[in-house]
T-cell receptor, first 115, second 114 residues
Framework: EAQVTQNPRYLITVTGKKLTVTCSQN?????MSWYRQDPGLGLRQIYY???????DKGDVPEGYKVSRKEKRNFPLILESPSPNQTSLYFC???FGVGGTKNIQYFGAGTRLSVL | AQSVTQLDSQVPVFEEAPVELRCNYS??????LFWYVQYPNQGLQLLLK??????LVKGINGFEAEFNKSQTSFHLRKPSVHISDTAEYFC????????????FGTGTQLKVEL
């Protein structure tokens, strides 16, 4: 089954404790992206990757890191989480850019609470 | 840069009534437009898309949307809603000329009541 898998689904942590949220897709997609969803703000892009070893900042990259060492994986790293990073996070992927390649498929989300 | 406005944060409607969720966008270049639906505690699911061609697009679960370039709108409609349509709906836009950044609206919570 074609899917985007995020882990964990729920995470509670404390300020300053490094964490990683994993994202994996089995559709051989080139493009992957991370979003955060906050009430009243919709989804905002954190980082994206056009292909292996190619990443770039989205609208709200501060406090986050990503890496793309393999095509299928795109982990989101919070080196020193703070309470303002409490949010619902989504990973998404697509074949690429242009036409139907633009259609992004989303994971089920990771709800993060930073105390 | 593109932007999306969903003016209605909440839309209550009775079951079997019609509904329209409004979406307006802003962009200086050609766009692709999407509607995604988010059921409680789930991820986003693509409802429908406009890439090119016919301005009336049909999606899953009986939803449709019409792309209106002159009014820069992409409103979502359903002639008769069901309780199971209760969810949050997001309009999103990306430009056609390269890149794949999706810009989302702030969402509309559709609540279907008996």
């Amino acid at each position: 089954e074609a899917q985007v898998t995020q882990n964990p689904r729920y995470l509670i942590t404390v300020t300053g404790k490094k964490l990683t949220v994993t994202c994996s897709q089995n559709m051989n997609h080139e493009y992957m992206s991370w979003y955060r969803q906050d009430p009243g703000l919709g989804l905002r892009q954190i980082y994206y990757s056009m292909n292996v070893e190619v990443t770039d900042k989205g609208d709200v990259p501060e406090g986050y890191k990503v890496s793309r060492k393999e095509k299928r994986n795109f982990p989101l790293i919070l080196e020193s989480p703070s309470p303002n990073q409490t949010s619902l996070y989504f990973c998404a992927s697509s074949f690429g850019v242009g036409g139907t390649k633009n259609i992004q498929y989303f994971g089920a989300g990771t709800r993060l609470s930073v105390l | 840069a593109q932007s999306v406005t969903q003016l209605d944060s909440q839309v209550p409607v009775f079951e079997e009534a019609p509904v329209e969720l409004r979406c307006n966008y802003s962009s200086s270049v050609s766009v692709y437009l999407f509607w995604y639906v988010q059921y409680p505690n789930q991820g986003l699911q693509l409802l429908l898309k406009y890439l090119s061609g016919s301005t009336l697009v049909k999606g899953i679960n009986g939803f449709e949307a019409e792309f209106n370039k002159s009014q820069t709108s992409f409103h979502l409609r359903k002639p008769s809603v069901h309780i199971s349509d209760t969810a949050e709906y997001f309009c999103a836009v990306t430009t056609t000329g390269g890149g794949n950044k999706l810009t989302f609206g702030t969402g509309t919570q559709l609540k279907v009541e008996l």
